[in-house]
């Protein structure tokens, strides 16, 4: 699982670092927020999954239009802290400003985290990094979770092998999707031990596998 304490320490950087600095960190707290989501943290945030997936693959062809988001971890962290968005159209062969809105994931929950300065240059900068340092301060609150109950621990498995445990049928990247989708659904406990092993909370398994869950004594 991702500590508390890594998401505040990142906002106390961002909150001092110039801009250059700041690009590489916002790159940093993407990387952290995927990295929470897929220990089952952060569960809670709507519309995450979906801009994780973006994220995580290959940037989308533009199919004609004039441009598209790049996927990337930098990217993502601008998609949960919000962002100013500017809608424009190709007009006489120039692009013309239609509307001007804000839009984010934690936004939607915390309004004190929309932009309402008009203000631009350096200070706006810097006024937008205390915003997303603010944003960082709330996620480490949002990842504070409880841990599994020791007694409740399963040993080290992969997500594939737990969703065949639970039930699942089918090839193995599928079923470990379907595994953690519903994990994060219900709000479940699991956290990630590295790359490819999770510790799970044995409760959420059938009573029939829970003794093939725990460790041997």
């Known amino acids: 699982m991702v500590n508390s304490e ?10 001092i670092c110039d801009e250059r600095a700041a ?8 990387v952290l927020i995927i990295d929470a989501f897929n220990s089952g943290q952060l569960s809670s945030l709507n519309g995450l999954r979906e801009r994780i997936k973006y994220h995580c693959g290959p940037t989308p062809p533009l199919n004609g239009r004039h441009a598209v988001l790049a996927a990337c971890a930098s990217n993502l962290f601008s998609d949960v802290v919000g962002a100013e968005i500017k809608r424009c159209e190709l007009r006489g062969g120039k692009l013309v400003l239609i509307e001007t809105f804000y839009d984010g994931i ?3 929950r915390f309004p004190t985290l929309r932009r309402h300065h008009q203000i631009i240059g350096p200070r706006a900068k810097r006024l937008d990094r205390k915003r997303e340092s603010q944003a960082l301060r709330i996620l480490a609150r949002l990842v504070n979770r409880k841990r599994i109950p020791a007694a409740r621990r399963s040993i080290p498995i992969t997500m ?3 969703a065949k ?13 379907r595994m953690h989708q519903q994990l994060v659904d219900n709000g479940s406990l699991f956290e990630k031990v590295n790359r490819q092993t999770f510790i799970f909370d044995v409760k959420d398994f059938p009573k029939r596998v829970r003794a093939q869950l725990l460790p041997k004594i």
């Open 106 to 108: 934690l936004p939607q």
């Open 23 to 30: 690009a590489k960190l916002r790159d940093r707290a993407g």
């Open 6 to 15: 890594t998401f505040r320490d990142l906002a106390d950087e961002l909150a």
């Open 165 to 177: 445990l639970m039930g699942y049928v089918g090839d193995r990247s599928t079923i470990a999707e």
């Open 160 to 162: 594939s092998k737990a």
